[in-house]
């Protein structure tokens, strides 16, 4: 037959560099396939063989020989006078297979075929992207900004798909020209009128924890943990780490030496403060952490209405909530309650310094209690008994005769009764034994290293 030029009659091919060979065939056969079943009714009884390295295509149409005057259906039957015609010894009964030349199509159906041959392949095209982009979610992707616009960025990557960065996820202080190299993560990919849309972000948690990974081979390695990352884009940043190696230190190793490994993603986020903060399942000692700078004098947990009040002394209140609220916001996400920040002695207006008992309680007595948190007749008497004897070693008669004479200074109070709490250590003050493991990374000029943990009572 003729031989079928497909590379120069269907130029748009050369284009599609990601199909390959064995599926191209199948699209050119099921487009043929489709244009034969319109001409002929039906697709059944022909045979399409395609060489895409030749660029040829076949068509056989098979039909079978019947008696003369016995045709019902000239596409699946011809007469034996006919069929001789073309060779002369056939005979009734088998089956005749015959060519089918491009010239046997209109002109119309030329061009359909073209225009759903051309069609199908971008379809497909379509479907890997999706399906490509689908896989890398939560992935980094590097790309370079072929148009910036008003609420969004079109940046391309290397083989020129075309992504997109909403205003919405991009960092407030970005700024973005022509040309510009864009790292971003892909947040998540749809299909929009039949088009993949691959959109990309810089203000997802999941973006610093991708930088991380990169930056510290302990936590790729699977040595180190990120238990939970919150941010503020642009502003502040919280992530909680553990190691299960007590060898490894996660917040030194998160922030390198001199901070050589957060500085750089500090740079990438737009010099965005980094706190980070070594986890622990003690809520208490949590919140005293993600509270930092500001030093926790006492703190008390509402479980069932998952609330903390932490009180402190009223210079720490400001560096607590931070700027705009920034630093308590983030802090709330981090350990997952509400956190209400009091200044010290809104706990209990009527409370009793300590010192003004130095009378009938021994001066080394206080100071034992006050190092343990408890500068206050109510702070005492809000830990149970036997917390007072684990926490400060001191004889169970002493701590009897300690809470004796503090229930005393209340018991005259109107309506005042005074019970041993059971509250849980969770809710007893615990500023004591909570070492700051916070990190922040202000500029990327600035050293940022684990500060040392206070020492334990």
């Known amino acids: 037959m003729k031989t079928l030029d497909l590379i ?18 199948h699209i050119l056969e099921e487009v043929f396939r489709t244009a034969l079943a319109k001409r ?16 040829d295509l076949e068509i056989f149409r098979n039909r079978t020989i019947v008696e003369d005057g016995a045709v019902k259906d000239e596409n699946l039957e011809i007469a034996y006078s006919d069929a001789i015609k073309i060779e002369s010894d056939f005979e009734v009964g088998e089956e005749l297979s015959e060519p089918i030349y491009m010239s046997d199509f209109g002109r119309r159906e030329i061009l359909a075929i073209r225009q759903n041959l051309v069609s199908k392949i971008q379809d497909y095209e379509k479907s890997l992207i999706f399906q490509k982009y689908k896989e890398k979610v939560g992935e980094i992707i590097v790309g370079e900004v072929y ?6 960025i079109l940046i391309l990557d290397e083989e020129k798909i075309e992504l997109v960065l909403p205003k919405t996820e991009q960092i407030p202080s970005d700024r973005f020209r022509k040309g510009d190299t864009v790292r971003a993560v892909v947040l998540k990919v749809e299909m929009r009128n039949n088009n993949p849309v691959i959109v990309l972000s810089r203000t997802s ?25 919150v941010r503020i884009p642009g502003e502040r940043a919280k992530i909680a780490v553990e190691s299960y190696d007590d060898r ?11 901070g050589a490994r957060i500085h750089g993603i500090v740079r990438e986020l737009r010099n965005e403060n980094i706190d980070v903060l070594n986890y622990t399942p003690r ?11 500001a030093k926790v004098a006492s703190i008390k947990v509402d479980e069932e209405n998952k609330k903390v009040e932490v009180f402190m002394e009223p210079d720490q209140v400001s560096l607590a909530i931070g700027k705009g609220g920034c630093n308590i916001k983030l802090a709330s996400k981090l350990v997952g309650y509400d956190i209400d920040v009091y200044r010290k002695g809104d706990e209990y207006p009527d409370d009793v310094d300590l010192h003004e008992f130095s009378d009938e309680i021994d001066q080394w007595i206080i100071d034992i209690l006050i190092n343990i948190g408890c500068d206050t007749a109510r702070n005492v008497l809000a ?6 004897l684990s926490r400060t070693d001191l004889e169970e008669e002493t701590i009897d005769e300690v809470i004796r004479i503090l229930k005393a200074e209340f018991e005259d109070e109107p309506g005042e009764t005074t019970t041993e709490s059971k509250e849980t250590p969770e809710e007893a003050p615990a500023a004591q034994d909570a070492p700051e493991e916070s990190v922040a990374a202000e500029t990327p000029e600035a050293e940022a290293q684990p500060q040392e943990p206070e020492e334990k009572q």
């Open 147 to 152: 148009q910036p616009w008003n609420k969004e």
């Open 248 to 258: 490894i230190d996660p917040v030194g190793s998160c922030v390198g030496i001199k």
């Open 40 to 55: 002929y009714g039906t697709e059944d009884n022909f045979d399409i063989i395609v060489n895409i390295d030749k660029g």
């Open 283 to 293: 809520l208490d000692i949590m919140v005293q952490r993600a509270l930092a700078p």
């Open 383 to 388: 830990l149970s008994k036997e917390d007072l």
């Open 205 to 229: 948690p999941i973006f610093l924890e991708r930088l991380l990974e990169a930056e510290v081979p302990e936590i790729y390695d699977g040595l180190i943990t990120i238990r939970n990352i």
């Open 8 to 25: 120069d009659s269907f130029s748009e091919f050369k284009e599609f560099k990601n199909i390959d060979r064995e599926t191209l065939m």
